[in-house]
């Protein structure tokens, strides 16, 4: 099965769900405009973010009583076997460090989203 495969699965799986929403976060380099009038323009979060973004709601502790957070969502997804790069490592505990959820999906396994 391929990265994409997998992915098109956890978007589906995940995209069921009454609490989540992810989005693909295409990363990449490119030109725009002609030459020699080309200029260079980059794509998506950053090197190395996940390949799907969006968020989870969270219901808050009582001391908000009932209000509910979207908290932003990372998913990397790898096939099986494969290894995160050292960005992408960057990327999870970043994104984990200011609260947000960061989860790497290698598989059909869904992760749990805590």
């Known amino acids: 099965m391929t990265e994409s495969q997998i992915q098109a699965l956890v978007m589906r799986e995940l995209g069921g769900r009454p609490d989540v929403r992810v989005f693909r976060n295409q990363v990449g380099f490119g030109f725009v405009g002609e030459p020699p009038n080309h200029r260079p323009v980059t794509m998506g979060l950053h090197p190395g973010s996940g ?18 957070l979207a908290v ?15 960005n992408q490592e960057v990327w999870m505990e970043v994104v984990r460090k200011f609260g947000g959820i960061a989860v790497l999906a290698n598989g059909l396994d869904i992760p749990d989203l805590k």
């Open 51 to 68: 390949d799907l973004i969006g968020w989870k709601t969270v219901t808050v502790t009582p001391d908000m009583v009932g209000t509910k």
């Open 72 to 86: 932003f969502l990372s998913v990397e997804v790898k096939r099986p076997g494969q290894r995160l790069r050292p």
